[in-house]
């Protein structure tokens, strides 16, 4: 009998763990949707990981948007306002994903 009213506390115990683990990653991404600097001029509008150590990131600058990839050998910039017909591309991609 003690057996069972111990494997049951554990069982409890991991369920617990459990909700609040779920709770804390769901509140994480949705803090970390749009990260702003202290002053509001750089925000972080969109992260995707390519790689284990690459990520490719879109920037607000100033009002102005970058499309940055981050690697541990290089980063590199291209400013999405000179190349409209690729940030156009890109917002039709988000458009028809928030649609799905």
Not at 10 to 31: E, M, P, R, T
Not at 68 to 94: C, G, V, W, Y
Request: charged share 25%.
């Amino acid at each position: 009998m003690d057996y069972f009213l111990s494997l049951s506390k554990i069982i409890l115990l991991l369920v617990i763990l459990a909700g609040i683990s779920y709770f804390l990653v769901k509140k994480s991404q949705k803090s970390s949707k749009f990260k702003k600097s202290e002053n509001g001029q750089l925000i972080v509008k969109d992260a995707l990981p390519l790689s284990r150590d690459t990520r490719a990131v879109i920037l607000e600058v100033n009002g102005k948007e970058y499309l940055t990839i981050l690697s541990p050998h290089a980063i590199k910039t291209m400013d999405l306002q000179r190349n409209a017909s690729f940030s156009e591309r890109l917002l039709e991609r988000e458009q028809i994903h928030e649609e799905n």
